[in-house]
């Protein structure tokens, strides 16, 4: 079993910059990719980025160029970091970490609103 606990979602202006952190615990030590999905009011729950443990990424076409992943294997924490933030980008954001299980946070809200 795996917990992801997030934090560091908020309020904040178009064009401002937000860090989401996802702290992984527990006794699964096969955690491959880490990551992150967003899901906005009436909409799919979409993938934004996944980094492996290798550290290959993959971004979402919309946030490429503003987000960027990246991984603390040590800590086994994942970030995204959300520069050049777009109201469009307002969702609950949620952890993921996959092993031959699939785990997610409980989700962290962002509203980017002027």
């Known amino acids: 079993q795996v917990q992801l606990v997030e934090s560091g979602g908020g309020l904040v202006q178009p064009g401002g910059s937000l860090r989401l952190s996802c702290a992984a615990s527990g006794n699964d030590f096969s955690i491959t990719t880490m990551g992150w999905y967003r899901q906005a009011p009436g909409k799919q729950r979409e993938l934004v980025a996944v980094i492996t443990r290798r550290g290959i990424i993959n971004y979402s076409d919309s946030v490429k160029g503003r987000f960027t992943i990246s991984r603390d294997s040590a800590k086994n924490t994942v970030y995204l970091q959300m520069n050049s933030l777009k109201p469009e980008d307002t969702a609950v954001y949620y952890c993921?970490?996959?092993?031959?299980?699939?785990?997610w946070g409980q989700g962290t809200q962002v509203t980017v609103s002027s």
């Open positions: 993921h970490a996959q092993s031959p299980y699939t785990y």
